[in-house]
């Protein structure tokens, strides 16, 4: 059991990897950020998200403004290895906005962004930090109109399983509800 889960505040972090899971608003965000913060005065937001529009713009002030100065936040598309994490607790937000800049920028070729994506994840699992990594469950909603959705939805399931695999904790959110199923 972490020491978020049973409300005390710890001083030293064992490096773990936790992947935080669940739907859309399911309460992911809230609550990786609420157990960073029991684990660090100081955590680390890394944020994934490119500005594709207004509406991407809108949801990065938003999640900006969730934050107050006890965060670092950097903004790093793909290369989340290279960001200085060593002794640091850090939120990944989001593995399904990450596999997205991977997703476009092989043009859509699946076999090449989860090569790229589980390489990068594996550099990224080698630093001494605790990492709590957010993802989407986007293959349980309906079946996606277009083969590129339906292709990308393949490839967010196969990338949350290889992550979930090498986890040390996994916890899925339902409506605002962790429930830890490793």
Same mark, same amino acid.
């Given at each position: 059991?972490?020491?978020?889960?049973?409300?005390?505040?710890?001083?030293?972090?064992?490096?773990?990897?936790?992947?935080?899971?669940?739907?859309?608003?399911?309460?992911?965000?809230?609550?990786?950020?609420?157990?960073?913060?029991?684990?660090?005065?100081?955590?680390?937001?890394?944020?994934?998200?490119?500005?594709?529009?207004?509406?991407?713009?809108?949801?990065?002030?938003?999640?900006?403004?969730?934050?107050?100065?006890?965060?670092?936040?950097?903004?790093? =598309?793909?290369? @989340?290895?290279?960001?200085?994490? &060593?002794?640091?607790?850090?939120?990944?937000?989001?593995? !399904? %906005?990450? /596999?997205?800049?991977?997703?476009?920028?092989?043009?859509?070729?699946? =076999?090449?962004? @989860?090569?790229?994506?589980?390489? &990068?994840?594996?550099?990224?699992?080698?630093?001494?930090? !605790? %990492?709590? /990594?957010?993802?989407?469950?986007?293959?349980?909603?309906?079946?996606?109109?277009?083969?590129?959705?339906?292709?990308?939805?393949?490839?967010?399931?196969?990338?949350?399983?290889?992550?979930?695999?090498?986890?040390?904790?996994?916890?899925?959110?339902?409506?605002?509800?962790?429930?830890?199923?490793?």
């Amino acid at each position: 059991m972490t020491s978020f889960e049973e409300g005390a505040v710890s001083t030293y972090v064992k490096p773990m990897i936790y992947f935080i899971t669940g739907g859309v608003r399911s309460g992911k965000s809230k609550y990786a950020m609420r157990f960073a913060l029991d684990l660090s005065p100081h955590p680390v937001y890394i944020a994934t998200a490119r500005r594709w529009d207004d509406d991407f713009q809108k949801r990065i002030s938003r999640h900006l403004a969730d934050r107050d100065d006890r965060w670092t936040t950097i903004e790093e =598309e793909k290369q @989340l290895s290279k960001v200085e994490l &060593e002794g640091k607790v850090a939120v990944v937000d989001c593995v !399904t %906005l990450w /596999l997205t800049n991977f997703f476009v920028d092989t043009k859509q070729d699946i =076999e090449q962004s @989860l090569k790229e994506a589980k390489h &990068e994840f594996d550099r990224l699992a080698e630093k001494k930090c !605790t %990492l709590l /990594l957010i993802s989407n469950e986007i293959g349980m909603g309906v079946h996606a109109p277009s083969k590129a959705g339906r292709e990308f939805t393949d490839l967010q399931g196969w990338i949350n399983q290889y992550i979930a695999e090498k986890a040390d904790k996994v916890i899925f959110m339902i409506s605002g509800i962790p429930v830890t199923i490793k």
